[in-house]
C-alpha cells in the first residue's frame, strides 16, 4: 500500500530538506574540521568538493528519489531497484534505511545532551556546576569502565525518543514541514543573536584575550599550502557528506513525495545553499570567534580541544563571563543546536516508515511506533555502555563509512547504469534552474572517480598520516614506516584506535572495549541482515500481487 502524502507547501519542503541537513555537523563538526585543518587551509578543498562532489550528489539524490516516487517507493530500496531494474540494486538500497536507524541511535542521544544543556543553561546552572561535571553526570561518565550510566540523562533521552516518534506519527505536513517551519528561522535566528553578540567582544572586556576576528580571519584567510595534503581533501569531503545529508538515504525518500514534473534543481540548490548559510557563515561565526576571544587561536585549532570539546564543555563557562546574557546565551546555543539535530533526525525516521508503509502496509501511527521500538533496542547499549564502544562504532560505521560506500553505489547507478542521458533528462524536468552542462561530466565522470578515492583512502589509511607520505614523495622528507591509523577502516577492524597500557586495570578495560566492539559489529551486521529480509519478503509479497515491474 503505497502512501498517499505530499508536502503540503513548497517552502515546507526547502525547510524540512534543509532541516534534514543543517544538524549538528553545522555549528560543532565545520568549526572542529576547520580549526584541524588549517582554518583558511581548508576552505578550497571544502568548495571543491561542494561543487565536484555534494552539489552533484545531491541533484542525483532529489532526482532518484522523485523518480522512485512514480512508481510509490519512499525508500532506497524500492528508489534504487526502479531505477536498476536489477535484482540486487534493492539489497544496496538496504544502507539507505539501514544506516538511518543505526545514525538515529546515536544521533538522538545527543539531541538528548542539547536538551538538557539548554534546560540548565535557562535556570543559570552553570554558574555554579562546571559543564565537565555536568556533562559526566549526564552520561554517567567513570573512568576505566565499560558501563556509563545515568537515571536521569536516559531519562532525557527517552523524552527526545518519545518527541521524535510523536511528530513524526502527525505526517509529512502536520509533523515534520510544521516543525521545519518553526524551527528552522529560530535556528537562524538564535545563531545570528549569539554571532553579532560574539563579534562585539573586545580586547579588554572580562576574559577577552584575542580579537574574535583573528577566528574570523582563521576561517577566511586562504591558504594553498593545503591544496597538496590529501588529509586535508579527505577531511573537507567528508565533511560535505555530513552537512548536506547524503549517502543515508533521507533526501531519496523526501523528494519522493514530489510529482514528477516538481522541480528538483532551483528546489535542491536552495536547500544546499541554505546549508551552506547555516554552516558557513553561521557555524563559522559562532563557535571559533568566540572561543578565540576568550582561548587564543592557538587553543582553538588544538585537535583534543575543538568541535564538541568547545561546544559543551567550554561554551558553557565562556558564557558565564557575559553577565546577565549568560544564561540567555547558554539557552540560545544548545536551543540552536536541539533544534538543528531534531529536524536532522526526524529525517531519519521517515524512510523507515515509508518503507514500513509502503511494503507492509503500516499506517502512519503504526510505523512511527515501529521506528521507535527498533530505535529503543539499539538506543539502550548506546547509552549504557563507555562511548568508545556502541556510540563510536555506530558513528563509524553507520555515520561515516556507510554514507561514502552507498553514495559512491549511487553514483555508479546513476550515471552508468540508469544511463546519463536519461538521467540528466530526469533531472531536469520541470527545471526552474538550468543546471549548468558541466555537472553533466562531473556526475558522470568526476564525481565517481572523487568518491572512489575518498573511499580508498578512508580503508587504507596509514597512521603517520597522508600528509607524511606526501611530503615524502615531494618534499623529500623520510618516508615513514606503514602503520594502520585507528581512525581508518582496516584499523578499525584490527583495534588500533585501542592502544595497550601497562597499568593492568586500563588494559582490562581495553580487552572488555574490544569485547563490547565485537558484540556492537555484530549487531550492525544483525540490523542490515533483518533489513534485507524485510526487502526480500517484501518483493515476494510484491511478486505474488504482480508488482514487481514497479
Not at 565562556?318 to 529525517?347: E, H
Not at 559512491?408 to 550515471?415: A, H, Q, T
Not at 578512508?458 to 615524502?472: E, H, L, R, T, V
Request: hydrophobic share 50%.
Amino acid at each position: 500500500m503505497a502512501t498517499k502524502e505530499r508536502w503540503g507547501t513548497r517552502l515546507g519542503l526547502v525547510l524540512a530538506m534543509a532541516g534534514n541537513a543543517v544538524g549538528l555537523g553545522n555549528f560543532l563538526r565545520f568549526p572542529a574540521q576547520a580549526a584541524k585543518n588549517g582554518g583558511g587551509a581548508f576552505m578550497i578543498p571544502y568548495i571543491v568538493a561542494l561543487i565536484v562532489m555534494g552539489l552533484p550528489l545531491m541533484w542525483v539524490e532529489w532526482t532518484l528519489g522523485r523518480y522512485g516516487g512514480q512508481f510509490g517507493h519512499h525508500s532506497a530500496p524500492g528508489i534504487l531497484q526502479s531505477t536498476a531494474r536489477g535484482r540486487g540494486w534493492k539489497y544496496f538500497g538496504v544502507f539507505g534505511i539501514w544506516a538511518n536507524l543505526i545514525i538515529a541511535a546515536f544521533y538522538v542521544y545527543i539531541e538528548s545532551w542539547c536538551l538538557a544543556y539548554a534546560g540548565f543553561s535557562a535556570i543559570g546552572g552553570f554558574r555554579d556546576t562546571p559543564a565537565k561535571e555536568f556533562y559526566n553526570n549526564l552520561i554517567g561518565a567513570s573512568e576505566n569502565n565499560i558501563f556509563s550510566i545515568s537515571i536521569w540523562g536516559m531519562g532525557v533521552f527517552a523524552v527526545c525518543i518519545v518527541l521524535n516518534v510523536f511528530i513524526l506519527s502527525r505526517g509529512l505536513a502536520r509533523g515534520i514541514e510544521t516543525v521545519a517551519k518553526i524551527g528552522m528561522p529560530i535556528l537562524i535566528l538564535f545563531a545570528a543573536i549569539l554571532a553579532v553578540r560574539g563579534l562585539m567582544s573586545q580586547v579588554g572586556d572580562e576574559g577577552v584575550v584575542e580579537s574574535p576576528f583573528v577566528g574570523l580571519n582563521f576561517v577566511w584567510e586562504p591558504k594553498l599550502d593545503s591544496l597538496a595534503n590529501p588529509a586535508v581533501w579527505l577531511a573537507a569531503a567528508g565533511q560535505i557528506f555530513f552537512t548536506l545529508s547524503i549517502g543515508i538515504g533521507s533526501i531519496h525518500c523526501y523528494s519522493s513525495y514530489l510529482r514528477a514534473k516538481d522541480d528538483i534543481a532551483l528546489t535542491g540548490a536552495t536547500t544546499a545553499w541554505t546549508n551552506e548559510f547555516c554552516e558557513v557563515v553561521l557555524g563559522g561565526t559562532v563557535l571559533i570567534p568566540i572561543a578565540v576571544a576568550y582561548l587564543g587561536l592557538s587553543h582553538v585549532a588544538d585537535p583534543e580541544t575543538s568541535g564538541f570539546a568547545l561546544g559543551f564543555l567550554s561554551f558553557p563557562t565562556l558564557f558565564q563571563k557575559w553577565g546577565w546574557l549568560a544564561a540567555p546565551a547558554g539557552f540560545l546555543w544548545f536551543g540552536l543546536l536541539f533544534v538543528a539535530a531534531i529536524t536532522s533526525s526526524l529525517a531519519m525516521g521517515q524512510p523507515i516508515m515509508a518503507f514500513l508503509q509502503d511494503e507492509y502496509g503500516f499506517d502512519r501511527k503504526r510505523s512511527a511506533l515501529a521506528f521507535g521500538g527498533m530505535l529503543l533496542l539499539l538506543a539502550v547499549p548506546v547509552a549504557i555502555f563507555e562511548q568508545k564502544s556502541f556510540f563510536d562504532e555506530f558513528d563509524f560505521w553507520g555515520g561515516t563509512f556507510a554514507l561514502v560506500v552507498f553514495a559512491f553505489g549511487e553514483s555508479i547507478l546513476f550515471g552508468w547504469v540508469f544511463g546519463m542521458d536519461k538521467a540528466w533528462a530526469e533531472m531536469n524536468r520541470g527545471a526552474e534552474l538550468k543546471i549548468p552542462s558541466i555537472f553533466y561530466y562531473f556526475i558522470k565522470y568526476l564525481t565517481p572517480v572523487f568518491l572512489f578515492f575518498i573511499l580508498a583512502g578512508s580503508i587504507f589509511q596509514p597512521k603517520a598520516g597522508w600528509d607524511a607520505y606526501s611530503n615524502a614523495l615531494f618534499k623529500g622528507e623520510e618516508m615513514p614506516a606503514w602503520e594502520w591509523s585507528g581512525s581508518g577502516v582496516i584499523g578499525k577492524i584490527l583495534h588500533k584506535d585501542i592502544e595497550d597500557s601497562s597499568d593492568p586495570q586500563k588494559q582490562a578495560f581495553n580487552e572488555d572495549l574490544k569485547l563490547v566492539r565485537t558484540i556492537d559489529r555484530l549487531v550492525l551486521v544483525g540490523v542490515f541482515l533483518f533489513f534485507s529480509v524485510l526487502v526480500y519478503f517484501a518483493w515476494k509479497r510484491r511478486a505474488a500481487e504482480g508488482r514487481l515491474a514497479t
